[in-house]
């Protein structure tokens, strides 16, 4: 496990990180859905993080052929998947939205990866990635690896004390993608360790104080 002071550091570190991407009105979060790890993207949603909202949003017929996990998981929309445009249909838009704006995901790279090879031969702008960033506040060590644990969206959530109640549901591109929205948002808000080390000194100082007296 690391030092306190390292850890320290590095939450404080990943809390300015948050911090910049909240204070930027260009950023934005997205969100995929896919036939497999290795596959295509069959739902995208960005939205604003600032103010999350849908900036862009879709269904579409996935390119490639669905892995064994997927299929079970989103068999329910099935039949609205292959009534929806194919992919190609929204390469523009998507990649008009993508150019224009600072985006991140909560699965950066994997997310990035699948949006290249849904649409070949574009080159997006790379994505910053929530996971890695939140690992140090979930504060979990792993000593096999010698690095942060990394937590799921929900665990992340969860120990953030975010309220998801009234969202889409979990496993949809939108649902997602507000969730991570509303993740960076709180941690983001959070005091640093130096800055709550800070405010309980000063709190502690003037715990002791001698009162007082109004003689007037």
Known sequence: MPHPEDLF???TD???LFREWASDPNTLIVDTETTRLEGGVWEFAAVRLRHPSPVLAYICQPETEWGEKARPMHVARLAEIRAAPRADVFRAVTCEVLNTSRSLSYGGDSDHAVLERTFPGEELPAFGC????????????SEKHQDWTFASLTAALEREQ???STLPA????YGDALRAALLVQAVA???TPFEEEARDNEEARLSSRPPVWDES
Request: proline content about 4%.
């Open 9 to 11: 550091d590095a939450q």
């Open 14 to 16: 990943a809390i300015g």
């Open 130 to 141: 929530i996971l890695t960033a939140y690992a140090p506040i979930y504060g979990e060590w």
């Open 162 to 164: 975010v309220d998801v």
């Open 170 to 173: 979990e496993h949809t591109a």
């Open 189 to 191: 808000q959070q005091l």
